[in-house]
């Protein structure tokens, strides 16, 4: 009776290690003109990089990863990288590689496309989207959102706002505080939001949802959030509203996504090609209206409806590179009970 | 069987006169043969690899940081709420492990074989889909309630699998003579079929509590904060690999010194039959009255581990319109799935048989030092196993750098100890005697292996590359790093789908990952009639 399952177990075992061999496995990276590491969501660019494919003229290949993941493991492969061009979800990855050298230097003109408030201060990353933090009101409970950030601490607010305190944005706007306003500052803000009992979202959908329901007043998330949700639902299925903050307000930092080359890879040529591509009206158009964040090149201006052009914003000004240092915020927010 | 009936073959005071040891019993002082010592030395050195890698990673800034890090106070609080975790987490699994496995083994349960597939299915839902699921649920769940729920709903089948093929394996015949001398049936639970089990369901404990301290997504979403985030944080948060390293190799420590301890508790104790004749199939224990209980126990915990996640893939389905039904796409992610999975399942069978079996019958620092290495990587999160083979392949493997042969080394690395647990818990309770009469009859210590050692253990050995599968199958952060660029796997689908916020896309992903792991506890359940 046992004899039987050993057989089995053998001839499972011996089509195991012929079923991976068959089994489809994309693109060989050694075949492909170029490889990009992307911390972007395949879902969100997969389309872009299949036009990149043919603009830069050979094939590519993508791994796709978290930003902070593929980050580390650029670093672990050092001068063996296999990368290319790697293409960031936020600002701090590409800042961690540029603070280590990892990063090659970007020619001027390529880096003159994009305003220098969205770019690495060394030259070597440069930002392709942008994503503004906004306040997301319910109207049938409040009439008018406050227009910072500190208003959230008034005691009239108590109960009523929703936030993610482990979500990467909410992080990077703390951080943001902190380069603005200072350390003390900061601390004291987060200790008043705290003792304003606001309610804890899993992620900014969830505070959408929260919002729209009237579970809370106002949430704190990013504005494509929003008209990702109406594109899904339906307009009039979104119950609530957004509210871009104005004078320079912590509130409203607008954070990037953007592309560095890999330093001493034998595809920067092709890597700079896709560069700027990525900053060409096609792709500019692309992330105006497919992901719905805001085009940074090109003259391009988002055609979403309902969204105020980014130079009408009034974001902070801050050195994204900087956000690259999350750790003394996240002791903050652990010291403050929110993480 | 009346309790009258005499069985004489099980007495253990009737061991045949010259054997060696009591069976099962571990033996002092013989050293593994070299056919079993060197495969057992290459796969505790593969399983070591990312202890290698954490050492220079930690020292990379000198001795003082990593001891700045280790020493702050905030590791050991970290720590203190990891392992209070795991201690609760370990406690549920035993206890629904064991009732599961006795319920569906050995009474008179109805359709215990459709249990026996379901109960296994919890296995192949990620801790985040669990997570998930139950703040959906639940949203007042979150904490360590929450976590403790989550995770306890995920690995229990840690327990119930090795568990269960220890009971099949256990000859009944010692029970009937428990009855036979008046104890009642909890009496005869208690004092013979418990400590037979014990190594199953040790071993399973082990995993289980491994598990918990390197698990990162039910803790994130749950926002119960362990020493897994901690390392997940510095990776994330400041993009810094030594003190990430550094927590790490504290994590080693702990699984060493856990292994270690429950070692020393197995005892000496022999855990085969002897004598002569064969086991009996035993004969199902009569529910009667308690079968309405007992069928409300398995249909209840079936319906929070398995119907739960599924309720919240249908919700998924049911509220957004994103789903853009690609069946295709499914079919080609679920073949490569089952590849990479099926691979890895068996390359670790393989470098596990010799650890477990030296780790079953032989004692002494050697035995000891293989069995602790192989564990030793088992606490650590994907993340940080993954990064130790970038470091290790880009240097001396390049070739196969993000080729499949590297991830499917990777899940060996991962999950060895998967597998060695059951392959020693299945030889415990073959004895040994009888490999003695085949060595004296002039048997290779290979021919041993091959015709009496692993035919008896396959049951044993069978579970622990079924769990092994289903374990690879749902691997997130090291199939990240490792694969060929472009391949996807159900589960590298799933983070893809969610993480746009596109549930509704994700929902078929975890639904095939659930199914396909109910092919393995079927095949088992199948070789039990």
Not at chain 1, 126 to 141: E, F, H, L
Not at chain 2, 405 to 411: D, F, K, S, T
Not at chain 2, 431 to 437: H, S
Request: charged content about 15%.
């Amino acid at each position: 009776m046992r004899r039987p399952l050993v057989q089995r177990l053998t001839a499972i075992f011996a089509a195991a290690f012929l079923l991976p061999a068959a089994a489809g496995c994309g693109v060989d990276e050694d075949d492909a003109g170029l490889v990009i590491y992307s911390g972007r969501n395949e879902k969100l660019v997969k389309p872009l990089l299949d036009e990149l494919e043919k603009a830069v003229g050979t094939t590519i290949a993508v791994r796709y990863g978290e930003s902070a993941e593929l980050a580390a493991q650029i670093q672990e492969e050092g001068g063996k990288t296999k990368a290319g061009l790697f293409f960031s979800q936020d600002a701090g990855a590409l800042g961690a590689l540029s603070t280590k050298g990892l990063l090659a230097k970007l020619p001027q003109p390529s880096l003159d496309k994009v305003d220098p408030a969205f770019r690495g201060g060394a030259g070597d990353w440069v930002g392709t989207s942008g994503r503004a933090r906004v306040i997301a009101y319910n109207p049938d409970k409040v009439s008018k959102a406050p227009d910072s950030v500190h208003d959230l601490v008034k005691p009239e607010w108590k109960g009523k706002i929703g936030y993610v305190p482990t979500n990467a944005s909410f992080q990077a706007f703390v951080t943001g505080m902190r380069v603005l306003e200072g350390d003390a500052a900061t601390r004291t803000w987060l200790k008043g939001l705290k003792a304003n009992d606001p309610k804890v979202y899993d992620n900014n959908l969830k505070v959408l949802e929260g919002v729209g329901e009237g579970e809370v007043s106002l949430g704190l998330v990013n504005h494509y959030y929003w008209y990702e949700q109406v594109a899904e639902k339906g307009a009039e299925k979104i119950k609530s509203k957004i509210h871009f903050l104005p004078g320079g307000d912590p509130g409203a930092l607008v954070n990037v996504a953007g592309v560095g080359i890999v330093k001493g890879s034998d595809q920067a040529p092709v890597a700079q090609k896709a560069v700027d591509f990525l900053l060409s009206e096609k792709a500019q158009k692309y992330f105006a209206d497919d992901t719905k964040e805001y085009p940074l090149a090109a003259g391009v201006t988002s055609s979403v409806e309902g969204l105020p052009p980014l130079a009408s914003l009034d974001a902070p000004k801050i050195d994204l590179g900087k956000l690259e240092s999350l750790q003394e915020t996240l002791k903050m927010l652990q010291d403050a009970g929110m993480v | 069987m009346t309790p009258a009936d005499p069985v004489p073959q099980t007495d253990p005071a009737a061991r045949p006169t010259g054997a060696p040891a009591p069976a099962g019993r571990l033996r002092a002082g013989t050293r593994p043969p070299a056919v079993l010592l060197v495969p057992a030395a290459v796969a505790a050195a593969f399983a070591l690899l990312p202890l290698g890698y954490l050492v220079v990673r930690s020292l990379e800034r000198g001795p003082a940081f990593a001891r700045d890090v280790i020493l702050d106070e905030r590791t050991a609080q970290l720590l203190g709420r990891s392992l209070a975790l795991a201690a609760v987490v370990v406690a549920a699994c035993l206890l629904l492990g064991i009732s599961l496995a006795w319920l569906t083994v050995r009474t008179d349960l109805p359709g215990a074989r459709a249990w026996s597939v379901l109960v296994t299915l919890p296995l192949a839902v990620p801790s985040y889909v669990a997570a998930f699921a139950w703040l959906s649920a639940f949203p007042g769940i979150e904490g360590f309630t929450g976590a403790a729920v989550a995770l306890t709903l995920v690995s229990f089948p840690y327990v119930y699998l090795p568990v269960t093929a220890a009971l099949r394996g256990t000859d009944p015949a010692q029970e009937e003579v428990s009855r036979s001398l008046g104890h009642g049936p909890l009496g005869t639970f208690r004092r013979v079929t418990l400590p037979q089990l014990r190594p199953a369901a040790t071993g399973g404990a082990v995993l289980v509590a491994l598990y918990v301290l390197s698990d990162f997504g039910a803790v994130s979403l749950m926002r119960y904060d362990t020493f897994t985030r901690g390392i997940y944080t510095s990776y994330r948060a400041s993009f810094d690999r030594t003190p990430a390293a550094a927590l790490s190799v504290v994590l080693v420590v702990m699984t060493i010194a856990l292994v270690a301890a429950e070692a020393r508790t197995r005892g000496r104790a022999g855990h085969a039959r002897t004598g002569t004749g064969t086991a009996r199939p035993a004969v199902p224990a009569q529910l009667g009255p308690w079968r309405a209980a007992a069928l409300a126990w398995c249909a209840a915990v079936t319906a929070v581990a398995v119907l739960t996640p599924l309720a919240t893939l249908g919700y998924w389905l049911a509220v957004g319109n994103s789903a853009t039904w690609d069946p295709g796409r499914l079919l080609d992610t679920a073949g490569t799935t089952l590849g990479v999975a099926a691979g890895g399942a068996a390359l670790t069978t393989l470098l596990a048989l010799p650890v477990g079996v030296i780790a079953a019958r032989h004692r002494g620092r050697t035995a000891a030092l293989l069995e602790q290495s192989a564990y030793a990587g088992h606490a650590l999160p994907g993340i940080t196993v993954a990064l130790s083979l970038v470091f290790f392949a880009v240097r001396y493997a390049e070739p196969v750098y993000q080729e499949l042969p590297l991830l499917v080394c990777a899940y060996a690395v991962l999950f060895l100890p998967v597998a060695v647990a059951g392959t020693r818990a299945a030889v415990l309770q073959s004895p040994p005697v009888l490999e003695d009469v085949a060595r004296s009859l002039g048997r290779s210590p290979l021919r041993v292996l091959r015709e009496v050692t692993v035919p008896l253990a396959a049951p044993g050995v069978a579970a622990g590359a079924a769990l092994t599968f289903v374990v690879c199958m749902k691997e997130l952060p090291a199939t990240l790093l490792l694969r060929p660029t472009g391949m996807d796997t159900l589960a590298t689908r799933l983070w893809t789908e969610t993480g746009t916020g596109s549930f509704a896309a994700a929902a078929p992903y975890a639904a095939a990952l659930i199914l396909l792991a109910a092919i393995p506890s079927y095949l088992l359940g199948r070789h039990r009639t």
